[in-house]
């Protein structure tokens, strides 16, 4: 974690998102509530997500009246999913809910956020200061009024309760900028009676800018540039980081500087364009594609970039990086082999990177990419997930955002070829089904000119598939794919068993409930076809697509893991 210490002026470096959000000033005559509402704007925040309750209808009140777009979402789980994925397109998120019985059933979601560092605002309402006395027994109180904020200090990044007028301010303060620079969700609880409060001096936001150590920075670029300088056959694994830093150019320039071939992980997936020639493919050990396997592992200089390495990431602990040849810098740490730098910004070891004086790599042959094969299949055949997934292959373009649900959603989708930077959404790590709908739903309000294709297992979507209604009452347009192979056929591979079984919804008719969107039900190649052309024809509501799957259709990535994860059941 970097100190703060004499500020390093890395020339040319960008403010986050192109935002400078750091300089705030609370105008004097700001309450608790107009300050968040400022601080929020300031950090690049358009839209909040949520669901109104007594303890928070105030700054719900404050909130509809400001510049902000309030979300209404269907259940407090999906304004978390939402936000989260506003949160991974805009840089920042942000949902308002009630206290406990909203706040904690936004736990899930959040936790998600937090490990795989989605920087989420949570506000909660609270009963009012003057309320608590004598301890009453308020609706929606758990055990005591601290209950909800300890509950969120384990899936949270910072954390304050805004009672007090004196130290609200500085404490909004602290917190977001805490989401900045961890990139986790922070919590902010509102009692009801201090939105209007007012300190009693002027607040004027001191802020403090990490900064790396100059020393230590220096000389971790020295040791990396000898490491990179001798090193025969190089490599860059881009991961998440790059994104929530918003880094990608740089990953760019460096990869492109020095000829250094680049992969991705799973959970990083898009971060560089999969178009690049310099781009080999997804880095997930045994679970991944041999040729792109063969050459990390044979490389004699990894450099890890913002990648966690996680199970999922690892192909369930099948890599083979071996430390001493890794070079490994994420906004936690900075190891290269063996040693481990302190106080040095991810973003200024990255930067610095591609500022150092070195020959360009000679070219050397590159794993040649799999392009998916153009396969003309009859009309009349039965859909499957190899001919499903070409056939999306086929029609992903440039303004598309690929959102993935768990399960096959994911598998079979990290073999699609993503062209542009970030367009890839998905709780790949912490995997949580559920997450693709309502995530889908942040996105479109991030950036209306997005349109998000929605890969989801009948599972996943049975459980959040309510936020579509959402999605229509904001006229955003997702296509929905259903992937309906009556039930969970990731937990099939596992361990088969009747709970593993769901009921077959009628899937295309949920436009009839909602009173919007066109549904499509699909069985065969033909249908495919013809419903997608419509369904993207359809651009002022949602389209879902009813996709029958047989149970044990699975994609070829998905039966790996499988193997690989039922000798762990
Ligand atoms: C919220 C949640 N509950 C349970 C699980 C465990 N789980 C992992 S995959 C899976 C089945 C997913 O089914 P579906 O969405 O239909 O996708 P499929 O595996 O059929 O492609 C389950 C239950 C989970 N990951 N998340
Ligand atoms: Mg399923």
């Not at 506000?123 to 027994?137: H, K």
């Not at 990396?224 to 190089?234: D, I, V, W």
């Amino acid at each position: 974690m970097a100190k703060k210490s004499v500020k390093t002026q890395v020339a040319g470096k960008p403010s986050v998102n192109g935002r400078s959000a750091r300089d705030g000033v609370a105008p004097v005559g700001h309450t608790i509530g107009s300050y968040l509402i400022q601080r929020l704007q300031d950090h690049g925040v358009r839209d909040v997500f949520g669901i109104p309750g007594d303890f928070v209808l105030t700054f719900y009140d404050q909130l509809q009246k400001s510049p902000l777009r309030v979300i209404g979402a269907t259940r407090e789980d999906n304004a978390g999913y939402a936000a989260d994925g506003y949160a991974r397109v805009n840089g920042m998120g942000a949902v308002c809910v009630t206290y406990c019985v909203g706040g904690l059933s936004l736990c899930n979601s959040i936790a998600g956020a937090y490990a795989e560092k989605s920087p989420v605002v949570v506000i909660s309402g609270a009963p009012g200061v003057e309320e608590r006395r004598n301890d009453p027994l308020l609706h929606h109180k758990v055990r005591d009024f601290n209950t909800q904020r300890e509950v969120f200090e384990k899936i949270t990044v910072a954390q304050a309760s805004l009672d007090d007028p004196q130290t609200a301010f500085r404490e909004i303060d602290r917190c977001l900028e805490a989401a900045v620079r961890y990139k986790r969700p922070v919590y902010l609880e509102l009692p009801r009676d201090r939105v209007d409060a007012r300190p009693m001096y002027p607040y004027q936001a001191v802020v403090t800018p990490q900064v790396s150590d100059v020393e230590a920075l220096k000389a971790s670029l020295v040791e990396a540039l000898e490491r990179l300088q001798s090193a025969q056959k190089p490599v860059l694994i881009a991961g998440i980081e790059v994104h929530r830093f918003g880094l990608q150019k740089w990953v760019l320039q460096l990869a492109e500087k020095y000829n250094i071939p680049m992969c991705a992980t799973l959970l990083g997936k898009s971060v560089v364009s999969e178009k690049h020639p310099l781009y080999l493919g997804i880095y997930e050990g045994a679970m991944g594609r041999k040729e792109v396997t063969e050459y990390v592992e044979s490389s004699d200089c990894v450099v890890l970039l913002g990648a966690f390495m996680t199970d999922i990431n690892l192909g369930i602990f099948t890599a083979h990086l071996e430390p001493g040849r890794c070079i490994s810098a994420t906004s936690e740490k900075l190891r290269i082999g063996h040693h481990h730098f302190h106080d040095v910004l991810f973003e200024d070891f990255l930067i610095g990177l591609t500022r150092l004086t070195m020959k360009p790599k000679k070219k050397t042959p590159l794993p040649t990419r799999v392009s998916s094969p153009i396969v003309k299949r009859p009309a009349s055949e039965l859909v499957t997930i190899a001919s499903l997934f070409e056939h999306i292959n086929s029609i992903l373009d440039d303004e598309m955002v690929v959102v993935a649900d768990v399960g096959d959603s994911l598998f079979a989708a990290s073999d699609l070829t993503i062209h542009k930077q970030t367009e890839f959404l998905s709780p790949a790590y912490y995997t949580s089904m559920g997450f693709a709908i309502p995530a889908s739903v942040g996105v479109q309000a991030a950036n209306r000119k997005l349109r998000p294709i929605v890969l989801v297992g009948d599972g996943a979507f049975q459980m959040t598939c309510m936020e579509l209604s959402t999605g229509a009452k904001h006229g955003f347009n997702p296509l929905v794919i259903v992937l309906n192979n009556k039930g969970y056929t990731t937990e099939r591979f596992l361990l088969e068993g009747p709970y593993n079984d769901i009921p077959n919804w009628e899937y295309h008719r949920l436009p009839d409930l909602l009173g919007a969107g066109w549904g499509f039900e699909v069985h065969t190649v033909g249908e495919l076809h013809q419903s997608v052309k419509a369904g993207l024809a359809k651009t002022d509501g949602f389209s879902l697509l009813n996709v029958h799957l047989q149970p044990d259709d699975t994609s070829p990535a998905l039966r790996r893991l499988a193997e690989r994860m039922s000798k762990q059941v």
